[in-house]
């Protein structure tokens, strides 16, 4: 029995089949990058802004050649901002080379070290986002005051850490990412930490609606198996979260009946 | 005259618009986006958006990214 026709990620009133979203960063060419998305099955890619090499690889192949916006959604991120005008110019110049299209990946960064959240400058800058028509996915912290803050404020999707982007760590606070989850009517998405397959499982397990993640596929030794891992990861773990795991209990229960032993 | 082109100086033609930017950098059927001095100016304006000196111009594209 397979759940992925009926249970739909919905965001900004589109609708998904697949929960694993995937950066385009990090990869070795554009081959292994269309290569790993592919086994990835993700259907939100994430792409980030930056200046064109005048005159230089004119000829070089774009991001959008090997990820068409016809075919997949594309997630422009604000990846390098500090704050929040260069990252509210960074979306507008997103939508503009997009013909149009409002999704971003809202990230206000506010330490080069950590690469934590500034959330003060996030909150700012998403509220002057949603006014301008965009529909505003949000990396933020692993804070549920924040997070509820922040769908508040109209986020479409709240998008916590597990652990600090490109660390590999995996979910550091699953109560918080819990309870930011219980919480929530907007998708929340894990963006950032996963190092492993096992880890987007718990994030999945945790009731997270999906997760994003760049590095832990592009440098696996084989980012290609590893996307196939992480989609498996991404539907076992929602496929457990929908089932509701057993209580765990301290002691043994034994799985074969003690009734009609013959000795 | 002289503008700031993605973070260089660069010597154009005075009182150029950006669509005659945009040739003379043979970028047409690109896929870019531009801002001149921090504002974003959409495509449908390219024609009638004339330049002026110091103006910093950014043209940007989509890159890999997380």
Known sequence: ?263 | MKIILNGAPREIADGMRVSELVEYLEMLGQRFAIEVNAELIPRSHFAEHRLAADDRVEIIQAVGGG
Do not use: W
């Not at chain 1, 989609?231 to 979260?241: C, L, P, S, T, Y």
């Open chain 1, 1 to 263: 029995m397979s759940t992925s026709n009926t249970d739909r990620l919905i965001i900004a009133g589109k609708d998904y089949g697949s929960r694993l979203l995937v950066g385009t960063g990090k990869y070795k060419d554009m081959d292994e990058t269309a290569r790993a998305i592919a086994a990835s099955s993700a259907e939100i890619v994430t792409i980030a802004v930056r200046r064109t090499n005048i005159g230089q690889n004119r000829d070089e192949p774009n991001i959008l050649d090997v990820l068409p916006p016809d075919r997949y959604t594309i997630l422009p991120n604000t990846a390098g901002c500090y704050d929040v005008d260069t990252a509210v110019r960074t979306c507008r110049l997103a939508r503009e080379l997009l013909d149009g299209h409002n999704l971003v990946k809202l990230e206000v960064l506010g330490d080069e070290k950590t690469l934590f959240p500034d959330v003060i400058a996030t909150l700012k800058a998403a509220e002057i986002l949603v006014k301008d028509d965009f529909e505003v996915m949000v990396y933020t912290n692993d804070d549920p005051i924040v997070a509820r803050e922040l769908e508040a404020i109209g986020c479409v999707a709240v998008m916590p850490l597990a652990a600090p982007i490109g660390s590999g760590l995996g979910i550091r606070n699953p109560l918080n990412i819990r309870t930011i989850v219980e919480n929530a009517k907007v998708p929340i998405i894990v963006d950032a930490g996963v190092g492993t397959a096992s880890d987007a499982a718990v994030a999945m397990e945790l009731g997270c609606d999906g997760v994003l993640m760049n590095t832990a596929i592009a440098a696996a030794k084989n980012p290609v198996l590893m996307a196939s891992a992480m989609r498996k990861a991404i539907e076992a773990g929602r496929e457990a979260f929908l089932a509701g795991r057993m209580p765990a209990k301290r002691f043994a229960s034994a799985s074969s009946p003690i009734e009609g032993l013959f000795f």
